[in-house]
Every structure is written in C-alpha cells, then in structure tokens.
C-alpha cells in the first residue's frame, strides 16, 4: 500500500510585511473596552443623574457643552465609536465583498462617510454656541 502526501495549495495572497491588521485588532479591543466605559457613564449621567430623560433638553446640552471637559469626553466618544464602527465594517467588506473592485468602491464609500461624520460630529461639538439667539435666556448665556 502505497501512501499518499496531500498537496497543500500555495495561499492567494503573499503573506505582507506590515502590522496593520495586528493594530486594527488590538484597536478593537482597547476601543470597543473604553466606550462601554465612556458610554455607560454618559447614560447614566444624562439620563439617571437630574431630571432624567425628562431633563435632557436643548438648555441641558447647552449647558454640558459650555464645559470642555464634557465636550472632550464627547468628542472622544464620536471619534472613537466612528472609527470602531468603520473598522468592523471594513473587516466585513474584507471578508464578503469577493471583487477587487467591488471591495475598493464600498471601502471608499464607508472611509468617505466616516470622514464626513466625525468632521461635522467635530464641527458641531466644538461651534456650537447656545447664545446664538441674543434674546436666550439660558444661564449659560448670562
């Protein structure tokens, strides 16, 4: 009896030389760990701590924004939730999209839309101005 040796196939892609994937992954893990953090504190704040839901209103927003330290903490949970969102569905274009092209335009979409999020996420958080109205009589604007 003769025995055979299984023919292992050559794989389809060269393995390549840079970590990226390494970091992508490791991003997930310390990003997706630091946003149950930031927030489940963001919801217990807004909606546990005051008022409740009841509270969150435009005075309130006006008023947690006038202070850097919730815009900071906002900011972070934007960019963070964008960028973890983004890479998931590019780990899921990677795996399902089957065509070169098909893979390079969907990825384009979801980096443009991505982009466009947190700069107008970005804008929004950091321009925002309560006392647009200068009639307001918001305390913030006193």
């Known amino acids: 009896m003769a025995t055979s040796t299984p023919v292992i196939q050559a ?3 060269l393995a390549s030389k840079s970590n ?3 970091y992508s992954w490791l991003f997930m893990r310390l990003s997706g ?3 149950v953090f930031l927030v489940l504190a963001h919801l ?9 839901i009841d509270g969150v209103d435009f005075a309130f927003v006006a008023g947690k924004w006038s202070s850097p330290f919730w815009q900071t903490w906002d900011l972070l949970m934007l960019w963070l939730a964008q960028l ?5 569905l590019r780990t899921i274009i990677n795996d399902y ?3 070169d092209g098909t893979r390079f335009w969907l ?3 979801l980096y ?3 982009i466009v999020v947190i700069v107008l996420g970005t804008l929004v958080i950091f321009t925002f101005d309560p006392c647009i109205d200068p009639d307001s009589t918001l305390s913030v604007c006193q």
Request: avoid cysteine.
């Open 97 to 99: 999209a089957e065509r």
């Open 84 to 88: 973890h969102g983004t890479n998931g």
């Open 107 to 109: 990825k384009s979409l």
């Open 11 to 13: 794989p389809r892609n």
């Open 112 to 114: 443009l839309a991505s």
């Open 20 to 22: 990226f994937e390494l």
């Open 44 to 52: 217990f704040v807004n909606l546990m701590l005051g008022d409740g």
């Open 33 to 35: 760990v630091l946003l």
